[in-house]
């Protein structure tokens, strides 16, 4: 089956840690992205990239960093200078910049 | 700068009943739109999109949109509601060749 996953579903961080969450997609997808998501606040874009070994920060990049090494896989890592990750962080990824997305189910991350 | 308005952050009907979600988007330029759904805890599904080639489009499960241009609007609907449509409801706009902007996103309760 074709789709995007996310590992873990479940993430526990202590403070102080960096974590790195999973995306992988097997649709030969060019674009992928990163989202977090409060409750309240819709969906915020972390970082996208259009093409390998290229990426762009969204709205709020502060604290996250990624790498696109390969067209499939699109990693988030979450570091210690994230003042406040507990959140849910959704991937997506399109044919192209902007066109329809295609999301993953989703990594819950909690700092305790 | 390209910005979607969903109005009700909560939205309640009754099981049987019409239901309507609204959503306006900003732009001299009508954009691609979108409907996405969100279960707890998992992705979005994609519900329905507009790109201009019918005003009124159809989506899964029973919904629909209409685009009004006048309006700037593209209201999500469904005439009878079942409480599997019980979920978070996102309007999503693509300028051109943008990144997609979210609105906020609706919570929609079925009553039985």
């Known amino acids: 089956d074709g789709g995007i996953t996310q590992s873990p579903k479940y993430l526990f961080r202590k403070e102080g840690q960096n974590v790195t969450l999973s995306c992988e997609q097997n649709l030969n997808h060019d674009a992928m992205y990163w989202y977090r998501q409060d409750p309240g606040q819709g969906l915020r874009l972390i970082y996208y990239?259009?093409?390998?070994?290229?990426?762009q920060k969204g709205d709020i990049a502060e604290g996250y960093s990624v790498s696109r090494e390969k067209k499939e896989s699109f990693p988030l890592t979450v570091t210690s200078a994230q003042k406040n990750p507990t959140a849910f962080y959704l991937c997506a990824s399109s044919m192209i910049q902007g066109s329809e997305q295609f999301f993953g189910p989703g990594t819950r991350l909690t700092v305790l | 700068a390209q910005s979607v308005t969903q109005l009700g952050s909560h939205v309640s009907v009754s099981e049987g009943a019409l239901v309507l979600l609204r959503c306006n988007y900003s732009?001299?330029?009508?954009?691609?739109l979108f409907w996405y759904v969100q279960y707890p805890n998992q992705g979005l599904q994609l519900l329905l999109k507009y790109t201009s080639a019918a005003t009124l489009v159809k989506g899964i499960n029973g919904f629909e949109a209409e685009f009004k241009k006048s309006e700037t609007s593209f209201h999500l609907t469904k005439p009878s509601a079942h409480m599997s449509d019980a979920a978070e409801y996102f309007c999503a706009a693509r300028p051109g060749a943008q990144k997609l902007v979210f609105g906020q996103g609706t919570r929609l309760t079925i009553n039985p």
């Open positions: 990239s259009q093409i390998v070994n290229d990426f």
């Open positions: 732009s001299s330029v009508p954009p691609y």
